[in-house]
């Protein structure tokens, strides 16, 4: 199972694994402060991905297309998130104030996908 939470949110236990994943550290957050089982910084989108979207929703659709690219072409950024998303469950923590059009939301979606292939197999 997939969650996602702002890192301004308290932690449950529901959340299981939790993973911060976007490029920069997220404002008035001490690093001592989220609990958190990791930071994966690579599996956000690239810095001039992120900058063209500007959380614009209007961009969501093509955002998350070119989104999906970048990741296909990085395996590696989030098979470790794949792979604990499909033994128990894994919050993917993001700091962005938009909660509806996010690169987590996004990350959530390609990863179920992921799943369901997988599954398929």
Known sequence: MIRIKRVYEQMDSGDGRRFFVERLWPRGVKKEDLRMDGWVKNVAPSDALRKWFGHDSAKWEEFSQRYF????????????????????TVTLLYSASDQMYNNAV????????QAERQRKR
């Not at 690219?69 to 128990?88: I, P, Q, R």
């Open 69 to 88: 690219t970048e990741l296909e072409e990085n395996s590696g950024s989030w098979k470790l998130l794949l792979e604990e998303a499909l033994h128990g």
């Open 106 to 113: 996004a990350l959530k979606q390609f990863l179920e996908d």
